[in-house]
């Protein structure tokens, strides 16, 4: 009976042990954008999870602030296929969704969108990496460019 305990312990620690290491880590980044339509700067946040070995889904949030009498908010939803070029530097194809809302002096607007591009990183050091991305948002009427260059934390 001891030997039975002994073997459901040993695989109760070794199932937990293997959860630990496969356990996705997850990556919170800061961005200052820039797009071209109303030549707007911005700030960034967005919440990077792994799905699978290369895949990985991003919901972002970016504010850029008033010029020519327009604000912006929008709310992305990406994905990435993140392949390594080097040990410490990878490069990613951006697909996704958006919804924008834009606050105009007159009456606001509100747009569904995709968008398209690509990005690198570079890692910093086992938690932090560096990053920059160009991407396309296709919305009616306001398509735009939109680069950003951040940092990640990964936890």
């Given amino acids: 009976m001891?030997?039975?305990q002994a073997t459901i312990i040993a695989a109760a620690g070794m199932t937990l042990n293997m959860t630990a290491i496969e356990r996705?880590?997850?990556?919170?980044g800061a961005t200052y954008n820039y797009s071209t339509e109303y030549k707007q700067s911005g700030v960034g946040v967005?919440?990077?999870a792994p799905v699978g070995r290369h895949f990985r889904v991003e919901p972002e949030i970016i504010y850029s602030n008033q010029h020519h009498d327009v604000t912006t908010l929008h709310l992305n939803l990406n994905v990435h296929y993140v392949m390594p070029m080097t040990q410490h530097m990878n490069v990613y194809p951006i697909a996704g969704v958006s919804y924008s809302h834009?606050?105009?002096?007159?009456p606001n607007a509100n747009r569904w969108g995709a968008n398209l591009g690509?990005?690198?990183e570079h890692s910093l050091g086992k938690k932090l990496s560096a990053l920059a991305e160009?991407?396309?948002q296709a919305v009616k009427q306001e398509t735009q460019i939109?680069?950003?260059i951040g940092v990640k934390y990964k936890f």
């Fill in 24 to 28: 996705p880590q997850l990556e919170l």
């Fill in 146 to 148: 939109i680069t950003s």
């Fill in 118 to 120: 690509a990005g690198i």
């Fill in 134 to 136: 160009l991407r396309m």
């Fill in 46 to 48: 967005k919440l990077q």
């Fill in 102 to 106: 834009w606050g105009y002096v007159g």
């Fill in 2 to 4: 001891k030997k039975l």
